[in-house]
């Protein structure tokens, strides 16, 4: 479970806030959708959650715990382990081949999630072919088209089997053809699998899938109680 | 993290940004060529004056001084002798054969004869120091050696009656002499050139042959002096020159080392005659010497071989200072590597951001830098190795063929031991790394979202 309590975010050097006070509760296997315009502080509530960005007021708390607490390693080791992320630009190595980037977490796991290369590469197909990109492996994303590489942006996120996916804007860069396919892959993900997705948008097909619906305007939920369904 | 994996992306990084390291690298090429170009000069052109110019098979060690003037007085705060114990740890020097103690007669002694040849006898202070016979047994043989220390006590009137190695002590007194064993002694050849130059044209007197010098006998009062009266009774000694050697002291006598410490403990202390105030280090070989004055130098003391030392000395200053260059050039050349660093980290921020939200700690990140740095700097100290042995090679066939030769002219004049590639190798590393720490550490710092949104 992700609780948020009065979270403020205020960015250095600008006047105001980007998030006012947000209070939220997303529940374990829940599927968000964060809608709002540009500026309204979808991204940056999506990072706070994620543990990407640790300068807040208000409190975060992660099954219980205050993120703020944690330290690098431990807030690292959420990242690798619980969070799986997507972002609107991708953010992938083009010097890799799409089976690298996808296993670039595997890079950084300790413990138990440490594994040996033939698994990582097993992995890597599989969650490839999830994403509908089997036997892409061993391309660069250079020669993908914009919907192929969202897909192994999402592959790369679902690598370690995350409890939480956070996607900021999936669709946003993609055509209407290309961003249904890829709401209909999240809206799978949540159906088939024991996952709670964040998404930050401002496609309302993803609520269209079948998610509950957050409207965010210049850093507060418009409903108090966050609840529009 | 998989080690693989790891290798893979630093591999691949410095392949994506190699122009960058490459710009980089030329800097730590030149300084690793510069540095081990001019040490594995100087090393052979100091072994060689060492080895070959300045034989230094035989090495005369003494406590360094550390004198300082005051006033008209000139206070030694050093250690003025050596022990037993610093004899034993200059034995067990890797490369050293033999440690021969050499001890300083500490009381005044006067000596006096020479009717025979000068035609009427002259009486001199001397100095006098103690070697062991077996340093000089090459010299001088067995004529200079330790006399026996029971003393010859048969009862005589005449020196005939002693046999030739002994004289007739006593012979004129009322109860009659004993027959005392002649004490041998060794001069300098500096002590026969300097009488044969400006002593004997000073004092009138005739130039000598040295050969006619050996047999000649003379007496010493040990413990008299003219400038002050002695504490003890003086002992009169009768001695004996046997030889001329160049390991004999340059201005006095030379006698076995038993009887000055014998002298020393009769007529000083008892623990003057347990005091050296140098040593002579016979060394395995000539190879070996310049090994061998390092580490005596390591143990606080210094060696007393004029050429050799000073020839070496202003080699290692030469060296030093053309080694400095190179330093210089590395100490620039890790500045370059930041700078780039810099860049490659500004370029690479999202990346970085990346992989920070995958999971990568703030070491991980820091690591990844830290290891493309090692490898650009392996890589190119590699590459400056090579260019300065294939500058050295180029230098030996150039002296080869167009320098005239001249006494003790090389092979070569480059010396290339393992220690010195693996010294510079490392140098380079290291500067690498330390050059692209500064900015590993800020690339570690801050939040990914920072980083993922290119601030």
């Given at each position: 479970m992700i609780r948020l309590q009065g979270v403020r975010k205020r960015y250095p050097g600008a006047d105001i806030d980007v998030l006012c006070g947000v209070d939220l509760t997303i529940g374990d296997y829940d599927f968000v959708s964060i809608v709002g315009r540009s500026g309204s502080g979808k991204t940056t509530l999506l990072n706070l959650i994620g543990g990407l960005d640790s300068a807040y007021d208000g409190a975060i708390e992660v099954d219980g715990e205050e993120?703020?607490?944690?330290?690098d390693i431990e807030l690292s080791e959420l990242r690798n382990r619980k969070f799986g992320h997507v972002f609107q630009a991708y953010h992938l190595l083009d010097h890799l081949t799409c089976r690298e980037n996808v296993s670039v977490a595997a890079l950084f796991a300790r413990g138990e999630m440490r594994r040996d290369a033939s698994w990582v590469r097993q992995r890597a197909e599989e969650v490839l072919e999830t994403v509908g990109l089997d036997g892409a492996g061993r391309r660069r994303p250079s020669t993908l088209s914009g919907g192929e590489r969202q897909r192994v942006a999402l592959a790369r996120a679902l690598f370690h089997q995350p409890a939480v996916l956070l996607c900021d804007?999936?669709?946003?860069?993609?055509?209407v053809e290309t961003g249904r396919e890829i709401v209909g892959l999240l809206s799978d993900l949540h159906r088939n699998g024991d996952m709670t997705i964040v998404a930050a948008t401002h496609d309302e097909m993803i609520s269209a899938a079948g998610a509950r619906v957050l409207r965010l305007h210049d850093g507060r939920f418009v409903d108090p109680e966050g609840e529009t369904e | 993290m998989i080690g693989r994996a790891w290798l893979r992306a630093v591999t691949a990084d410095l392949i994506r940004h190699w122009r960058h390291f490459a710009a980089a690298s030329v800097g730590i090429i030149l300084g690793v060529a510069a540095l081990t170009f001019f040490l594995a000069l100087g090393l052979e052109v100091r072994s060689l004056l060492l080895v070959q110019v300045f034989p230094a098979d035989h090495l005369e060690v003494a406590p360094r001084s550390a004198d300082i003037d005051l006033f008209a007085l000139r206070i030694d705060l050093g250690r003025d002798a050596l022990d037993a114990g610093i004899l034993a740890d200059l034995a067990s020097?890797?490369?050293?054969?033999a440690v021969y103690p050499k001890m300083r007669l500490t009381v005044p002694a006067l000596a006096s004869g020479g009717e025979s040849i000068f035609g009427s006898g002259l009486q001199t202070e001397i100095v006098a120091d103690g070697i062991d016979p077996e340093l000089v047994a090459d010299d001088?043989?067995?004529?200079f050696r330790e006399v026996d220390s029971d003393r010859n006590s048969t009862p005589c009137s005449r020196d005939e009656q002693c046999g030739d190695d002994s004289y007739c002590d006593g012979s004129l007194s009322f109860s009659g002499g004993t027959c005392r064993p002649f004490i041998p002694v060794l001069v300098s050849p500096y002590v026969v050139e300097l009488y044969n130059g400006a002593f004997r044209r000073s004092y009138g007197l005739p130039k000598i042959n040295p050969d006619s010098l050996m047999g000649l006998a003379f007496e010493m009062d040990f413990g008299a002096s003219t400038f002050r009266p002695s504490a003890r009774p003086p002992i009169r000694e009768r001695m004996r020159l046997a030889g001329v050697s160049d390991k004999a002291i340059p201005l006095g006598v030379t006698l076995p080392l038993g009887e000055v410490r014998r002298l020393n403990i009769a007529l000083d202390a008892p623990a003057a005659g347990e005091r050296y105030h140098s040593a002579v280090i016979e060394v395995q070989s000539k190879r070996s010497a310049p090994g061998v004055v390092d580490a005596i130098e390591e143990m606080g003391l210094e060696v007393r071989d004029r050429g050799a030392r000073r020839a070496a000395f202003a080699t290692a200053v030469i060296m030093v200072v053309l080694a400095l260059v190179g330093g210089v050039l590395i100490a620039v050349a890790a500045a370059h590597i930041m700078h780039v660093f810099y860049l490659v980290v500004m370029v690479r921020r999202r990346e970085i951001g990346l992989l920070r939200a995958v999971g990568a700690r703030r070491g991980d990140i820091r690591v990844l830098l830290v290891a493309e740095s090692a490898v650009v700097g392996l890589v190119a100290g590699l590459v400056g190795l090579v260019v300065a042995i294939a500058a050295a090679a180029a230098a030996n066939a150039f002296a080869a063929s167009r320098v005239p030769d001249f006494p003790f002219?090389?092979?070569?004049?480059f010396a290339f031991p393992p220690w010195l590639l693996a010294s510079v190798l490392a140098l380079a590393v290291v500067a690498c790394v330390i050059g692209a720490l500064p900015p590993a550490l800020r690339a570690a710092s801050g939040d990914p979202s920072e980083a993922l949104a290119g601030r």
């Open positions: 993120l703020r607490s944690f330290a804007e999936p669709t946003g860069n993609l055509d | 020097i890797e490369g050293v054969d001088v043989g067995s004529t002219k090389p092979e070569s004049f």
